[in-house]
């Protein structure tokens, strides 16, 4: 037995010598090592369980097979016996075990207060966890007969006197639930503080009182209590999901998905504009209590599969487009509308959850990331919250796509963003049989090459359409991926040419056909195009394979459309290139649902995106609500974004001279100028003698296209 | 001509020489002169107008028939053309007139920025019109294509710009007016600020910039507005009082009340606390609401009879006892009910209006001042805002007569408070023709000292009971102070002893009288004494001069518990110049209703008060409202009585053992043994020879009376 006995934590290794007697917590605190604790020590909350291990640790001098810490304290052996689950070997409490020898203590991971979680988006970087809200377990001082402090004063010093917490608020719900909690367990209190820092209690009393900001008391239940969760929410032009997470552990306990009912007022957000200008106050009224609607629904569904209570949730971060953010707030939309796009406010907003009719706690809050311009919304900036392309070396091109697509370019050197006028066309808008991603639509389309034939796959069904009857395949229209890919895939197979035509000339087609497949023989493109005078169709899906028992087909307005929108694409990551300095990208990031379906070689193809390693583009998924939820795990990450959307530099496209040049060039497949060295690499473009006009024809093609007056 | 002409303003008399050709507004900021200014030289709110005096002042040498200014521009004549009731003689916008030479300018009162108005209460000290909430006309920047800023942004640059305001927030109901307001005003909005400091433009480039608080944006309307309204509110157990007030002004506007709703729940407090102990959170709920409710209602009247709109009140002001502040913000008042009588929380509180269910402007606030202890609520602090015995010399003693009576002693060297547990009988609760004071309550009441005989006023009839025929007096009870004066005349009419019993003993009663008014013929008491046993009552008004048809009479329980309220609060008296170290007090404030209907005169006789000079005796009728109104009007006076509130000593009567010993003591008419050089000066008391008791027989009183154990 030493004065100073040895103690060494794992996993970090930390090691120094304490003083005896003291508890294994106080000895973790003195040496920096990362243990929690939620009760402050009244062994009732078990955050700070560790492992005292056993046996010899020669590396360390260690000899002894004895733990050397104090025997469980009754009120310890009591607290793992009503939490047998919590027990292991060696487990104890730290709060209360306490020093007597050269020990080796190991924190588990969820002992450790800053503990990780991986998120979902394609980095798969760790999250720290480190919310905006904690709770804390304090006894308050009874009221003595004849003292003037009340409840909220007692509780005060008691949040100051064991947690350092200053210049607290209390939230009128709160102060509501006081008294009573106070009764209710007998002067010891679970507290609820959103943005009250310290999350520690008092480290020794040596150490200087850190520096804090002020926080709000949300709540106050009797007794310990544990329940803290978050929503993160993003709220889109078409589908509306609330993820409900644990804020002490990070988990996502439940997910709710829904369409949003605005949808019956306008497919697209201009449309719900327009509703809001017809129908005034009224209108936008109708259109918040729709969305609002829908997320209590959400809510109460994912708090019910949760097994948790509504008035547990505390905190929702929600991102969503500039206009479904004005929505949502019940903030007229009609200025987003039109040019210059104004928005209300950029500012991140905070706003309790009861003032926009959000059944949650009576005290929660609720946080708006930042927008970044009139058509970039905090949508976009759950994907940087998520991405984090301002932390990186490589040129991270950042596409979402709908109907706007949002575009940001940069790394740490600075970003760019911009919003590109896409059109509904890559959502299946203005395409003869474009339709939503649902059951039936055609999502996958390989052509041959040699026949033109098409084969495809449909959303519900697992096989191609060449290995199922065709009354099996039930194809009810063509999505967003499957647009892109049967253009493509038609560019490919020498059916359309460089400027999107289809191709008249059966000779020249030929010839392409042949320099890229010169053992094929001529093939036989009668069954699957159609002309009707100069203009043609191309038959995907025959009546029989079709649920309508009509063919589905592409028209050469719809090659059209999609030029148009993947022009629009281009131009904006031109744009955005422009304005870094940079000639090629490193990375491209795909995000969003429609990111997760297209295949990123077809969207080469198509010139969608410009050139870049394929291996390196990637799509995300939900990245905005993969940001949504980092910024309710971490409150630094939160504080962060604000300042993200601000550095981002906007380039307005609607008013940049370039966008209208740089549009036009990028109208052919896969572009007019850019080179694709990646896909020439790949042999995955038509022969370019065939297709690629040269300078005299290229000179009629430009006239002709002036004509056409696209 | 001068280059730098002087200019002398009246009525300060400030003077100085000016640069040529600067205006007139600032001229008035370069000597400090006080000119108010809400649109920042727009020429749209007139606040600034002057007056350019012509003629000469020789003893400032002036001696020129002209008014050295330029001529009124295009817009001001346009404004005076708007506003013909605005126009007077010479009267000029300053903002707008410029100085060409030597020049005399009167600022009429409705100019000056600080303008004061006259409290009601008894000291009728000015107040300073410094309210946390103003109003400001800005001038905002267009939102140009592609640049990022939001309204909000644009907004909060051009508040900075020209109101130096800085570090605003916006409330979610301003941010949801505040595109439309832009649009429709063209740029030009009245915003509506809480709590932001400087009320003043930038007085000139060269001066700094001072330091500024902090403010919330609550509402932003297109072009210039007017209309800034606030609400102090009284809510008294028995009665509800609100006051509609011009914030610019100080101008009450509208006066409403009410009977608090929640005396259906139970007259008294204890018994309204009691009915939410029975009936848990339904119980509470329903009394809030019903509070609420009434409140909404006389807000929607005081409204409608000023003439403004409800979304014009921006602020309310809410005083009330402990218990009433409880019910009213929705906090279980149960722990109030008994020992250790805790507080949720004694800080003042600050809460948006929507919160409590009032309906005001939506991002109204309401303000409740703080609490001074568990039966000292932030009625009593209202009484110490309006009569601010902090700052005054003379020793003051502040009476607040309830069911529980609260008093503060003292003056600039400190102050003490108590509440004393008076009961209701000084109400007419516990007496057997006790009554509210209504209709047909007996307020007044004279014994004549010869003949025993009683004459008395009831509330609605101007004329004593002695000029009118009996069946047109109507009498249904006696109230407060008619029990008061009834008691007292009895004593002083040799009627009573000074233990409080009926004299038994003709003789002695005799003897008494005689020696009082020696000229006087034996009285006969026959007709208004009735003797049951040893016990006896008083009649003071007959079947035929009663509403009832019966006799209005005192017994000697009314007596009884007179004595018990009228001890405690002569205790509680006691207890604080115990406290305070002094033993008579120079001055005597009766605040609220009861104390604006007693006789102070009586009231001593009784012992209720003890011994002052008549003449400082005051009566300062609802000073809780006037307290409340100061609160609104002056945000200085505000922030003060939140220290106050700290400041002031608390005594628990309840547990101060000196507090039974006086109360004992007490008990006497008007008191064993302080004295009344006053009374007795007055010759108001009955001889001392026949009602005192002397040695042998005070030692047989004090048994008697432990024997009637009261």
Redesign the interface.
């Known amino acids: 037995m030493t004065d100073s006995p040895l103690i060494i934590f794992q996993p970090s290794g930390r090691q120094g010598r304490v003083q005896t007697g003291i508890t294994l917590l106080d000895a973790a605190r003195q040496l920096g090592v990362d243990v929690d604790s939620v009760c402050g020590g009244r062994q009732t909350c078990g955050k700070c369980k560790v492992i005292v291990e056993r046996g010899e640790f020669v590396k360390y001098g260690i000899q002894s097979a004895e733990a050397h810490v104090t025997s469980a304290s009754a009120d310890e052996s009591d607290y793992f016996r009503r939490h047998p689950s919590k027990l292991s070997t060696g487990g104890r409490l730290s709060c209360v075990a306490c020093i007597t020898d050269d020990v080796v203590i190991t924190v588990p991971p969820e002992s450790q207060q800053r503990k990780q979680v991986i998120g979902k988006s394609a980095g798969t970087r760790p999250i720290e966890i480190d919310p905006i809200l904690h709770q804390y377990y304090v006894e308050v001082e009874p ?11 007692r509780l005060q010093e008691a949040l100051a006197r064991e947690w350092h917490l200053q210049h607290l608020t ?1 939230d ?1 719900a709160a ?2 639930q ?3 909690a106070l ?1 209710a367990g007998k002067h010891k209190v679970t507290v609820t503080v959103h943005g009250g820092e310290n999350q520690e209690p008092i480290p020794n009393p040596q150490s200087p009182i850190p520096n804090h900001t002020s926080g709000r008391v949300l709540d106050v239940r009797g007794g310990f209590h544990e329940g803290l969760y978050g929503l993160a929410i993003d709220v889109g032009s078409t589908t509306i999901a609330a993820h409900l997470i644990d804020l002490t552990t990070g988990e996502t306990l439940a997910t709710e998905a829904a369409m949003n009912p605005q949808v019956s007022f306008g497919e697209d957000l201009m449309s719900r504009v327009s509703y809001v200008m017809m129908n005034g106050n009224d209108g936008l009224r109708k259109l918040t209590e729709s969305v609002i609607g829908t997320l209590n629904t959400l809510i109460e569904k994912a708090a019910k599969r949760a097994k948790i209570a509504v008035n547990e949730i505390y905190e929702a971060v929600i991102v969503g487009n500039t206009v479904m953010h004005a929505l949502l ?4 939309p ?2 987003l509308g039109a ?9 991140p ?1 905070d ?1 309790k959850a ?3 009719g959000l059944r949650l706690h009576p005290a929660a809050n609720v946080h708006l990331p930042a ?1 970044e ?1 009139g058509h970039v919304g905090s949508d976009n900036l759950g994907v940087l919250i998520a991405e984090a392309p301002e932390r990186q070396d490589a040129m991270t091109l950042l596409i979402d796509i709908g109907t706007n697509a949002e575009i940001v370019l940069g790394n740490r050197n600075g970003l760019w963003s911009c919003s590109s006028p896409t059109g509904p066309a890559f959502e299946g808008g203005q395409i003869s049989h474009g339709q939503r991603a649902a059951p039936g639509a055609i999502e996958r389309v390989r052509i041959n090459y040699v026949t033109g034939e098409p084969r495809f796959k449909v959303i519900g069904k697992d096989e191609w359409s060449d290995t199922l009857p065709d009354a099996d395949i039930g194809a009810t229209g063509i999505c967003g991926s499957g647009i892109i890919e049967v253009v493509a895939e038609l560019f490919r197979a020498g059916l359309l040419r460089s400027d999107g035509r289809f191709i008249e000339n059966q000779e020249a087609r030929t010839k392409s056909q042949e320099e890229i497949n010169p053992q094929s023989s001529i093939p036989n493109t009668r069954s699957y195009m159609r002309w009707h005078g100069p203009k043609a169709e191309y038959v995907l899906a025959t009546a029989a394979q079709s649920a309508t028992g009509k063919d589905i087909v592409i028209t050469q307005d719809d090659v059209r459309n999609i030029q148009l929108a993947k022009a629009a694409l281009h131009a904006g990551c031109k744009l955005l290139m422009l304005g870094m300095g940079v000639s090629k990208v490193d990375k491209i990031v795909l995000a969003g649902a429609f990111g997760s379906y297209i295949d990123p070689l077809h969207a080469m193809v198509l010139g969608l995106i410009p050139d870049c390693d394929l291996a390196t583009v990637v799509a995300v998924g939900n990245a905005a609500g993969d940001g949504a939820r980092i910024a309710l795990l971490n409150k630094t990450r939160r504080a962060e974004s604000a300042q993200l959307a ?1 550095d981002v530099n ?1 380039i ?1 496209t ?2 940049d001279p370039n966008f209208q040049q740089e549009f036009i060039g990028a109208m052919h497949l896969p572009h007019m100028t850019d080179p694709y060295p990646t896909l020439q690499a790949l042999g995955a473009l038509p022969a370019k003698s065939a297709n690629e006009p040269d300078g005299r024809s290229a000179r009629r093609e430009r006239r002709r296209e002036r004509q056409e007056k696209f």
Chains 1, 2 share one sequence.
């Not at 707030?329 to 007229?332: A, V």
């Not at 040019?339 to 500012?347: C, D, E, N, Q, W």
């Open positions: 009221h003595a007969l004849g003292e003037r402090r009340g409840d909220w004063e209390i009128i102060l509501r006081l008294t009573n009764k707030l019940g903030i007229d009609t200025e040019a210059p796009f104004t928005l209300s406010t950029h500012a907003i706003v009861s003032e926009l927008l311009a601000r906007y307005e609607a008013i």
